[in-house]
């Protein structure tokens, strides 16, 4: 007798213009089961969810659920058939309250008009009852990122969903509150409620995972019991080789001092940052969320102006006004939300590319494509 899932996307491809994102990829997901999906940025994780989540459309496979074929067109689809996702880009219209972005959808209606009281009750019970509090009323575009994705959460919450999809959960999450988002899987998989859940931290895997599929340049790897693997394993069908070869040693450190920041402060998030970064090294910067950590980059890199400290560069003192200042002196910085304050999301790769040099193509206001393009 044939094994049963609760979902089961066969053989999917999906192409963009150029790339072939998902290649031929097979999934399935039983009940109950929380399904680890593996691989790098870029892999096709996302993308696969995206088509299960009625996001987009495949050029070839089919998606089952309980045994039977359905057609997934749209979110509402996905909804219809008890499958909810928590975006890692999230989905959430910044002009609407919290409350709105939760229940936008599936408002609780009577004779037509909207009953929010009732909704707001449930909101505020689930948000209690798993850790993820929030203000009902406050805008979008007026909270947090870690706080975005808290409504996320509650938005697939709301909907009772019975197959549920994590890209990346805890990326955002404080520690004690990844720990309340692991309590609650599990509760929901004594449940009987199946999760697919895309995470890089593989101690994340080991902990709350059962089995793990592992996608490389778009392509299906092997599907494995999670518990019953290996590290270095996990890793090699990630990456494709060894995990020795994977991690080289680095060499490049020299002893020359380019950066050092000396109790470097910003009169609100920044509390007297120091640290120094050597030629040709990598140096990590680590806390929770709202430690400081982007602000403390943003100052270094003109967005923000430093109120007390110092910082030199080359031992050279340096207080960048702007980022172009910063830019100018040899500086880039990528954000933490690259689509909100990276990218012009309308215009196109080779715009986004260039727009930060754009002297260099021009000659008495004339622009040189040419240039550009080489």
Same mark, same amino acid.
């Given at each position: 007798?044939? $094994?049963?899932?609760?979902?089961?996307?066969?053989?999917?491809?999906?192409?963009?213009?150029?790339?072939?994102?998902?290649?031929?990829?097979?999934?399935?997901?039983?009940?109950?089961?929380?399904?680890?999906?593996?691989?790098?940025?870029?892999? #096709?994780?996302?993308?696969?969810?995206? !088509?299960?989540? #009625?996001?987009?459309?495949?050029?070839?496979?089919?998606?089952?659920?309980?045994?039977? $074929?359905?057609?997934?067109?749209?979110?509402?689809?996905?909804?219809?058939?008890?499958?909810?996702?928590?975006?890692?880009?999230?989905?959430?219209?910044?002009?609407?309250?919290?409350?709105?972005?939760?229940?936008?959808?599936?408002?609780?209606?009577? *004779? #037509?008009?909207?009953?929010?009281?009732?909704?707001?009750?449930?909101?505020?019970? *689930?948000? $209690?009852?798993?850790?993820?509090? !929030?203000?009902?009323?406050?805008?979008?575009s007026d909270i947090s990122v870690g706080m975005q994705q808290r409504v996320e959460i509650l938005k697939m919450l709301y909907r009772d969903n019975e197959i549920l999809i994590f890209d990346e959960p805890t990326?955002?999450?404080?520690?004690?509150? !990844?720990?309340? *988002?692991?309590?609650?899987?599990?509760?929901?998989?004594?449940?009987?409620?199946?999760?697919?859940?895309?995470?890089?931290?593989?101690?994340?895997?080991?902990?709350?995972?059962?089995?793990?599929?592992?996608?490389?340049?778009? $392509?299906?790897?092997?599907?494995?019991?999670?518990?019953?693997?290996?590290?270095?394993?996990?890793?090699?069908?990630?990456? #494709?080789?060894?995990?020795?070869?994977?991690?080289?040693?680095n060499d490049h450190v020299q002893d020359e001092v380019v950066l050092e920041v000396k109790d470097l402060a910003d009169g609100d998030r920044v509390k007297r940052a120091s640290f120094d970064v050597k030629k040709g090294e990598i140096l990590g910067v680590a806390g929770l969320v709202g430690a400081g950590r982007s602000e403390t980059m943003e100052c270094l890199f003109g967005i923000t102006h430093k109120k007390s400290g110092t910082i030199l560069y080359k031992g050279k003192e340096v207080a960048f006004k702007t980022p172009n200042e910063a830019m100018a002196a040899g500086f880039g910085l990528v954000p933490e939300d690259r689509k909100k304050e990276g990218l012009f999301l309308q215009s196109g790769v080779r715009f986004n590319t260039t727009i930060n040099v754009i002297p260099r193509f021009l000659k008495k206001l004339v622009w040189n494509r040419a240039k550009e393009d080489e």
């Open positions: 007798m044939a $094994e049963d899932f609760v979902i089961e996307m066969l053989h999917i491809t999906k192409e963009f213009p150029g790339i072939k994102a998902n290649d031929d990829i097979t999934l399935q997901l039983r009940k109950g089961e929380v399904h680890a999906l593996l691989g790098e940025n870029g892999a #096709g994780k996302s993308t696969l969810m995206s !088509v299960l989540f #009625g996001l987009y459309q495949p050029e070839e496979g089919k998606i089952l659920k309980n045994g039977k $074929e359905v057609a997934i067109r749209n979110p509402n689809d996905a909804n219809a058939l008890g499958i909810g996702m928590v975006h890692q880009h999230f989905k959430l219209v910044e002009c609407f309250s919290v409350l709105d972005n939760i229940i936008l959808g599936v408002e609780p209606n009577k *004779l #037509g008009f909207l009953q929010k009281a009732e909704a707001r009750k449930k909101v505020m019970a *689930l948000s $209690e009852k798993y850790g993820l509090r !929030v203000d009902p009323d406050a805008l979008i990326a955002l999450l404080e520690n004690e509150k !990844v720990e309340v *988002l692991f309590r609650f899987i599990k509760e929901l998989k004594e449940n009987g409620v199946s999760i697919i859940y895309i995470s890089h931290r593989l101690n994340e895997l080991y902990e709350i995972t059962d089995r793990t599929t592992i996608l490389r340049d778009g $392509e299906y790897i092997g599907t494995v019991v999670t518990k019953e693997t290996d590290r270095d394993k996990l890793i090699a069908m990630m990456v #494709g080789r060894d995990l020795a070869s994977y991690y080289t040693k």
